[in-house]
């Protein structure tokens, strides 16, 4: 297997694929390893469903390195929360914020608003694709919302 200059070697040949293939505002789903991915990808544009075996905060360190983010609209990324009565357990408080910082590395500035537990099953069906790592706190669920790359090769700012 071999690997490219610049790449992150987490970055597989179908995720960039995926990545390279997706437009101004299509979706990503990046789940956790409890996350229902092989249902959903049936129902996303493209009805990939990428294995990263890695946690969350890393494929989004990864995936982050070459998606610019959309900054056109209000909301860059989203995450799971519980629904509503729920409260949101301390690994889940956890995985949020790891999940924030390392969207927020590739991305600053980059805004990441909760999404109630049942839709973002609703929203990741309508993704592009799904990339599932091996994620284990509960909520360790994110959508990226791909952006525009500028003339100077970073993420077009409105």
Do not use: W
Not at 10 to 17: C, E, N
Not at 129 to 146: D, F, H, M, S
């Amino acid at each position: 297997m071999g690997l490219l200059e610049h790449i992150d070697p987490l970055l597989t040949a179908d995720l960039l694929h995926v990545l390279r293939s997706m437009g101004h505002g299509d979706k990503l789903a990046v789940v956790d390893c409890n996350f229902p991915a092989a249902e959903v990808a049936t129902k996303t544009t493209s009805g990939k469903h990428i294995l990263l075996t890695v946690d969350l905060p890393a494929a989004l360190r990864a995936i982050g390195t070459v998606l610019p983010l959309d900054f056109f609209d209000g909301i860059q990324a989203s995450h799971m929360a519980p629904q509503d009565g729920c409260e949101l357990p301390e690994a889940g408080v956890e995985v949020i914020e790891a999940l924030k910082a390392a969207v927020g590395e590739g991305c600053p500035g980059v805004v990441v608003k909760p999404l109630e537990r049942f839709a973002f099953y609703e929203e990741s069906r309508q993704c592009f694709a799904v990339v599932q790592t091996l994620e284990r706190r509960p909520y360790g669920n994110a959508i990226l919302v791909k952006g525009v790359v500028g003339p100077d090769g970073k993420d077009l700012k409105p």
